[in-house]
């Protein structure tokens, strides 16, 4: 593919968000919740592991510890035998307790709705507080994670490695209200089709948009 200018770019970005987005029209996180603050935990413990492991572990976390005033008072260890089964389940129980500490002590027990305020509690960085804004408080946001950046930089929309970089490409290439669901939507097709070892390019609806589809 030939060098493309900024516009033409915004135009191509603008193709691959529409196909997306008839290839998964109904964007929902699959992280299961029922309130903004299991939404926040799940995705805590989302980092480096599947979400339907996550979504195993919750139920029985969820009902021990209902709310973060309850979470907040919780033995480490006793948080540690709720998620063993996760990766880094040490390190997420001790994020866990802080941040519903942080939250008890500051935001009254409630999920807070900024970016600057979410980055602030244990366990949280940019891609996590983007989930949380985007999907509890319908702030757009892009989302960055392993499938996305990988997907980001396959499609030519950046040549960045770190995920703030690639975030702010992205932002610039799209307009605000598509930020959250071109992010989840490139997230998704990640997993189904352009997978990071061998990418089904044949059946990629993206194939003629895509400057890697032909390596």
Known sequence: MKPETIQEKKRRIQAIAERLAGSFPNIRVPLHHRNHY??????????QCTDEAVNQAT????????????LSRAAGRDIEKLIRRLGLFRSKARSLKKCAERLVKTYNGEVPST????TGLAGVGRKTANVILGNAFGVPGIVVDTHCKRLSRRLGLTGEQEPEKIERDLMRLLPSELWSGF?????????KTCHARKPDCPSCN????????ER
């Not at 993206?206 to 589809?213: F, I």
């Open 59 to 70: 139920p029985g976390l969820f009902r021990r510890y209902p709310t973060p005033e309850r």
């Open 206 to 213: 993206l194939s003629d948009l895509c400057p890697s589809a």
């Open 183 to 191: 992010s989840h939507r490139l997230i998704f097709h990640g997993r």
């Open 115 to 118: 970016m600057e305020e979410l």
């Open 38 to 47: 299991e939404l926040l935990v799940a995705t805590i413990l989302s980092a």
